[in-house]
C-alpha cells in the first residue's frame, strides 16, 4: 500500500514538474523572440562617393535620385525623413532616412544617408535593419511637403538653421557650427 502511495505521489510530482518545465520553456521562448537583446540585428556603415546631379534644394529631385540610390542596399524604401543643416546656401549638409517595414515579422529597414552640400555628394551610408522595436524611424513617405523652399529658411540675422523635412510638417531652428560639425 505505502508502494502505491509513493507510486502515485512519485507520478504526480514528475508530472507537475514536467508542466512546471514545459511552462518555463514557452516563457523563456517567448520572452526571447520578442525581446530586442536577442531579436537580430544588423548595423553596416558605408563610406560612399555618389555624386548627385539633381538641385539638392529641390527636395522632390533629390529624393527621386538619392531613392535609386538607397534601393541598391533594400528594395522598396522611401524617404520619410530629411534634414537640412545649413551654414549658408552653399555650405552645410542633409541627412535623408528611408524606411521600410516588414509587416508580418515586425522587422524593419532605415537607410540613413549623408549629402555634403558644397560637393553635392553622399559621402556616408548607414544600413539599419533589424526587430520593429529597435529600429526606429517613421513610416510616413514624404509626399505633402515636397515642395518645401528650404532656402527660405535662411535669413541674415542667423545663417546657421537646421530645417527638418517630415511627410506631416517642416520645422526648423537655429543651430550653432559645432552641431553641423557633429553631424558630419
Not at 21 to 26: E, V
Not at 125 to 140: P, V
Not at 143 to 168: E, F, M
Request: a negative charge; aromatic letters at 14%; hydrophobic letters at 40%.
Amino acid at each position: 500500500m505505502k508502494k502505491k502511495i509513493f507510486n502515485i505521489f512519485f507520478t504526480v510530482i514528475l508530472i507537475a514538474l514536467i508542466a512546471f518545465w514545459l511552462i518555463a520553456a514557452y516563457a523563456i521562448f517567448n520572452w526571447i523572440e520578442n525581446d530586442d537583446d536577442w531579436a537580430p540585428y544588423t548595423e553596416k556603415k558605408f563610406d560612399t562617393s555618389y555624386d548627385i546631379s539633381s538641385d539638392i534644394f529641390n527636395l522632390s529631385q533629390l529624393k527621386a535620385e538619392t531613392t535609386n540610390i538607397a534601393q541598391n542596399y533594400e528594395k522598396s524604401v522611401k524617404l520619410t525623413k530629411a534634414e537640412y543643416y545649413l551654414e549658408d546656401d552653399t555650405n552645410g549638409l542633409i541627412t535623408l532616412e528611408f524606411y521600410r517595414d516588414f509587416p508580418p515579422n515586425n522587422k524593419a529597414c532605415t537607410i540613413e544617408m549623408k549629402l555634403d552640400i558644397a560637393t553635392k555628394k553622399v559621402y556616408n551610408i548607414r544600413y539599419r535593419k533589424g526587430h520593429g522595436k529597435t529600429i526606429n524611424g517613421h513610416e510616413n513617405e514624404i509626399i505633402d511637403t515636397l515642395n518645401t523652399d528650404i532656402l527660405s529658411y535662411l535669413n541674415n540675422d542667423s545663417q546657421r538653421v537646421s530645417v527638418l523635412i517630415l511627410n506631416y510638417g517642416v520645422y526648423s531652428h537655429s543651430i550653432s557650427a559645432n552641431e553641423i560639425e557633429k553631424m558630419r
